[in-house]
């Protein structure tokens, strides 16, 4: 079993972005491979995404699915619950 990919979607200057990143450092207990994409990039990760960041998506065998955006003031302890929620949902990881 490979190790999960969590992708996310980001630009410079997003707080929001920084905050959710910080967060998912902080992660224990889950092992997976954060993977950062600078939507200022390439021209279709700025159109599908200018407006969505931060985005966030679990990379698998059966290809990209969305996770939804947590919020804000999610805990770590939060963010990991979402996170291994998604990691049972999907069997391709």
Not at 47 to 76: D, F, H, N, W
């Amino acid at each position: 079993m490979t190790k999960p990919v969590l992708i996310l979607y980001s630009k410079p200057g997003c707080h929001l972005c920084e905050g959710l990143q910080e967060k998912l450092a902080q992660i224990q207990g889950i092992d997976f491979e954060l993977e950062l994409r600078d939507i200022t990039q390439r021209e279709d990760w700025f159109q599908a995404y200018q407006y969505e960041i931060p985005v966030l998506m679990l990379r698998g065998e059966t290809g990209e699915k969305p996770i939804p955006r947590p919020s804000p003031r999610a805990s770590v302890a939060q963010l990991t619950q979402l996170l291994q929620k998604y990691w049972v949902l999907d069997p391709s990881h």
